[in-house]
């Protein structure tokens, strides 16, 4: 595969991941220069913290088949994580935008539903007493 693929191919997974984060700003670019397998583990440094296995682990002294599985599953914790409801705090919705395979954008919401519908509650009513009897 060239490297130009390659790395537009490496960027693209942590993009995706990074923006169902919510942090799409800050996404790693791949510097003029680095190596692929040194992106990859910068890219992992900074998603190891959403990893449960991985936390507090450098991967900078990985490299073949330590850094792909490392990568694997750090990449597959992020995203739990991001998709997970515990993510957000609690009164908070995040927007997620997904884009399919036709480029359309699909926006997702994660957190806590009340966030956004209590607005539109009618205001709770009680019985106090039934007349007739």
Not at 3 to 29: C, M, W, Y
Not at 66 to 87: G, K, T, V
Not at 125 to 130: A, E, K, L, P, Q
Request: glycine letters at 6%; a positive charge.
């Amino acid at each position: 595969m060239p490297a130009d693929s390659l790395h537009n191919e490496i960027q693209s997974k942590a993009e995706v991941i990074f923006r169902a984060l919510g942090r799409e700003a800050a996404t790693p670019l791949f510097a003029s220069g680095e190596k692929i397998e040194d992106f990859r583990k910068r890219i992992c440094n900074r998603l190891v913290q959403y990893s449960p296995v991985w936390r507090g682990v450098d991967t900078t002294p990985f490299s073949g088949a330590a850094l792909d599985m490392a990568e694997r599953q750090i990449y597959a914790d992020a995203i739990s994580f991001a998709y997970s409801p515990a993510s957000v705090p609690q009164g908070e919705l995040r927007e997620v935008i997904e884009t399919d395979r036709t480029n359309r954008r699909i926006s997702k919401f994660i957190g806590d539903p009340s966030a956004c519908w209590d607005a539109f509650k009618s205001p709770v009513r009680f019985v106090r007493g039934m007349i007739g009897r």
